[in-house]
């Protein structure tokens, strides 16, 4: 009965050791789902489920391996060559079951070669595997010259993109049962018990009888098994046999393995955690995916598996470098200490890791979410200088707007819009005060590149540098500092005006005046006047006048107007006192103009701006403060655990003669580190990724992000440093009364 007991799947059971792990993967879903509320979908879900499927197989396959002990970093090159072979075959004729069939042998071979290498010719498992990942790789491209043989089976289709009750992909369902196979295996068979007994000593299990060296084979031809399986996925969902397949993701299945627990020295871990390890990954891509570029989710990778590495390595260093210092290591009850801190290291890296990722992630959503929150509503009173703006195009330059609607409204040239609202709103004159067109035209023969060529300058975040040069005719350039209760300007014949009021442009304004650039608008050539303007064109949610050049009108009127718009606006100021507000939106919408786009008001833009304001100051402050208090409360108990654990030592020191101040500042050492390590790493984290988007985001809108650190300094010393105190109040209580009951 209690056999049968002990065999019953237990789901707390399952998951024991792993919580921590889980509730990160938790928090990543939280956080990804409010800076994109198309993270949680079913959908995107599914779309995450079919991209881990790949890694997961691969993985799952990997995890026996290094819970035996061993190493395979040649995963994805059997998955490529397994790839290739598959393209291969089917090109070839083959069946496509058969071609299934033999891909799959084909892994457990080159497993099979792995342990060979290992076994018999002795090579480090790691020097192994690595030197089959460049063979495998340089022979993937000598066979195939680098052409791809694309796949049109519906078997293999189905493989890689078919869904099971219209929405669960089935790769995904191949990555389940795999894991589930393995997991059995692995908790109820005597295979995995002897995987696990080489795992903890290679020499003890030998002893034991366990064929040790049979059983490297196996282990590695099951991980070239799963990764031949994750290449027939990768490939089947590519429907093209590529030779470069997998390449750069070679440490992404280790990543996810250690993420998930499993010692590097082999006998600890879980399927289970390896399982929860590729999901956050996966997560983890996905979510950088919808925010950022692919360097950043690389960044990204390389942070997780060095924070895990080094809590991994840190134990031995901290011993290696204290005891060296013998006149510091001896004194007092520092060997005592010095090995208390390594012990905790060493049995709870991964949960370290862990507490470090979700520092950096507090740290840096607070002070980032502070500095959108500059961003967006800083400039918000300068951004909006009308009470309306209303944007024009020409109808072809209107992707919203089909031919047939466009047939069906009234079409105009874009100068005679103002006048046509005028004449055909009934009660204009009681709404709106005063009013005035701009047109903006682009220079046909003049990019943004070729100021920044000739003129020297380097703009790291500028994302249009191909576009035409903006300019707009001094008639219209003063009708809108008009409208703005702003002095009109004289323009120089022969000469043009600079303006600008983005910083992140700034430098490109002024070099174009203090170089006298010559601007050639191909009907003749002009030179700058002595200054910089500052001026918002148009009603906006930001400052958005990058450079845009105030030309002579005879420019712009030889101009074609059919092509050369670059933007439109009708810029308005309401009638004091009348409800212009309420009825603007809906009269202009009633003229049923085609080249009417949008209208901004900047009672809305104001609005909006605020309401911006308050999301995203509540999300910061709530994932800043949840992930900081979570962290801290994991730290807690973590440590007030350890500490009841180790009350034999502390009874063992009182009765040697250490008195109770002395096992206090021990134990007062011991807390501190365990709390600032990783801290410390993950303020370095922290450091880098808000410099990096200070850089490239921040600075160009003049944001300062040093009074959101300082402000994210002083949560995280407050709540951070409050658990710490609280921690080592309730630990040193408890070592005091542990030891006065053994007195």
Not at 661 to 681: C, E, H, K, N
Not at 718 to 737: A, E
Request: glycine fraction near 8%; aromatic fraction near 10%.
């Amino acid at each position: 009965m209690q056999t049968l007991q002990k065999k019953k799947l237990n789901f707390s059971e399952l998951l024991k050791g792993d919580i921590s792990t889980l509730i990160t993967l938790i928090l990543m879903v939280i956080l990804f789902s409010c800076l994109n509320p198309y993270f949680f979908t079913v959908r995107n879900i599914m779309s995450i489920g079919s991209y881990e499927s790949i890694q997961g197989t691969m993985a799952a396959g990997l995890t026996v391996c290094m819970l035996f002990g061993g190493m395979d970093v040649s995963q994805f090159s059997v998955a490529g060559l397994a790839g290739m072979f598959l393209g291969i075959l089917y090109d070839a004729g083959c069946n496509d079951y058969v071609t299934l069939l033999l891909v799959m042998l084909l892994g457990v071979a080159l497993g099979a070669v792995n342990a060979f290498l290992i076994c018999n010719l002795k090579i480090s498992p790691m020097i192994a595997t690595m030197g089959m990942q460049f063979v495998l790789r340089g022979f993937c491209y000598i066979a195939t010259n680098g052409a791809y043989v694309y796949l049109k089976s519906p078997v293999f289709d189905f493989i890689g993109n078919g869904k099971v009750f219209g929405a669960i992909p089935f790769c995904l369902i191949i990555m389940a049962v795999i894991y589930l196979i393995l997991w059995y295996v692995m908790k109820y068979t005597k295979f995995g018990r002897n995987v696990y007994a080489c795992g903890g000593n290679h020499k003890a299990a030998q002893l034991a009888g366990i064929n040790v060296s049979f059983m490297r084979y196996k282990a590695h031809m099951i991980s070239s098994l799963c990764a031949a399986i994750g290449g027939i996925i990768m490939t089947c969902q590519n429907t093209a046999s590529m030779c470069n397949a997998g390449e750069g993701s070679d440490m992404d299945c280790i990543a996810a393995v250690t993420l998930g627990g499993l010692a590097l020295a082999g006998g600890k871990g879980k399927m289970v955690g390896t399982l929860i390890g590729i999901t956050i990954l996966s997560v983890l891509f996905n979510g950088m995916t919808m925010l950022m570029d692919d360097n950043f989710k690389a960044a990204t990778i390389l942070m997780l598996v060095g924070t895990f590495l080094l809590f991994f390595s840190l134990a031995g260093f901290i011993i290696a470098v204290v005891t060296r210092v013998r006149g510091f290591y001896l004194k007092k009850l520092r060997p005592f200490t010095t090995r208390q801190v390594a012990s905790k290291v060493n049995t709870s890296f991964v949960s370290m890791g862990i507490v470090s990722v979700l520092l950096f992630l507090a740290i840096t959503t607070f002070a980032t979410g502070m500095g959108l929150v500059q961003m967006f509503v800083g400039d918000i009173e300068e951004a909006n200088p009308y009470d309306a703006s209303v944007a024009v195009r020409p109808v072809e330059n209107n992707p919203m707007l089909s031919k047939a609607e466009a047939e069906d409204m009234v079409n105009i040239p874009i100068e005679d819009v103002e006048s046509y609202l005028q004449s055909h709103i009934d009660g204009w004159d009681q709404l709106v005060s005063e009013s005035g067109t701009i047109i903006i035209y682009d220079l046909p023969s003049l990019t943004y590149k070729d100021i920044l060529d000739s003129t020297g300058v380097e703009i790291p975040s500028a994302t249009a540098v191909n576009s035409n040069v903006d300019v707009i005719g001094i008639s219209d350039f003063n009708r809108m500092l008009e409208l703005q209760d702003k002095p009109g300007v004289d323009l120089d014949d022969g000469h043009y005006l600079v303006t600008n009021n983005v910083e992140a442009t700034d430098v490109l304004a002024k070099a174009m005046v203090d170089q006298s650039y010559s601007l050639d608008t191909g009907s003749e050539t002009l030179i700058p006047d002595s200054e910089v303007i500052d001026v918002q064109p148009n009603d906006m949610s930001m400052l958005s006048n990058a450079v845009f050049l105030v030309v002579p009108d005879r420019v712009v009127d030889a101009l074609d107007p059919s092509t050369g718009i670059s933007s439109s606006f009708i810029n308005l100021n309401y009638l004091e006192g009348s409800n212009a507000e309420e009825v603007l939106h809906q009269l202009i919408e009633d003229a049923n103009v085609a080249q009417i786009n949008s209208t901004y008001t900047r009672a809305e833009m104001i609005g909006q701006m605020q309401g911006m304001k308050l999301a995203i100051t509540y999300l910061a402050l709530y994932i800043g403060l949840v992930m900081l208090l979570a962290v801290a409360a994991i730290l807690a108990i973590q440590l007030l655990s350890l500490t009841i654990d180790s009350l034999k030592r502390y009874r063992m020191l009182s009765k040697i003669g250490c008195d109770t101040r002395m096992l206090s500042r021990s134990l007062f050492a011991q807390i501190t580190i365990y709390f600032l390590l990783p801290l410390l790493v993950g303020v370095c984290h922290s450091a880098w990724t808000i410099s990096i988007l200070s850089e490239t985001l921040f600075k160009a809108f003049g944001v300062n992000l040093l009074p959101t650190i300082l402000m994210s300094a002083g949560l995280v010393v407050v709540i951070y440093g409050g658990y710490l105190l609280i921690t080592y109040f309730v630990s040193r209580s408890m070592v005091v009364q542990g030891v006065r009951e053994r007195a």
